[in-house]
């Protein structure tokens, strides 16, 4: 049973930072480009990030741009995406998604993508 397991969120000031990890398992990791999603309440879950199946593309929201950073280590089957200059508007449930064979410009699309984790919250305090 394929499982993708976030973990890193939590409650964290303004300007800070936090590093989410993404643990898949009972997949081929490096056959999926690999994307990161948020929801905050009351609003649609949104593209944060993507990275390709090797690693070598990677794809940001304008509002993250330079503040963010995605990464894969496809021997440990690991996904990760390092947050920066975090803002209060950053506070929602965090997802990993994993896209089997995904390529191309449609990395935002959370359709595309085949396996979903659970989410880790993080919270950014004003």
């Known amino acids: 049973q394929v499982q993708l397991v976030e973990s890193g969120g939590g409650l964290v000031q303004t300007g800070g930072s936090l590093r989410l990890s993404c643990a898949a398992s009972?997949?081929?990791?490096?056959?999926?480009?690999m994307g990161w999603f948020r929801q905050a309440p009351g609003k649609n879950r949104e593209f944060v990030a993507a990275?390709?199946?090797?690693?070598?593309?990677?794809y940001y929201a304008e509002s993250v741009k330079g503040r963010f950073t995605v990464s894969r280590d496809n021997a440990k089957n690991t996904g990760s995406l390092q947050m920066t200059s975090l803002k209060p508007e950053a506070t929602a449930l965090y997802y990993c998604?994993?896209?089997?064979w995904g390529s191309g410009g449609d990395y935002q699309q959370a359709s595309k993508y085949d396996y979903w984790g659970q989410g880790t919250q993080v919270t950014v305090s004003s």
């Open positions: 998604a994993a896209d089997l």
């Open positions: 009972a997949l081929t990791f490096s056959n999926y480009r």
């Open positions: 990275i390709g199946s090797r690693g070598r593309s990677t």
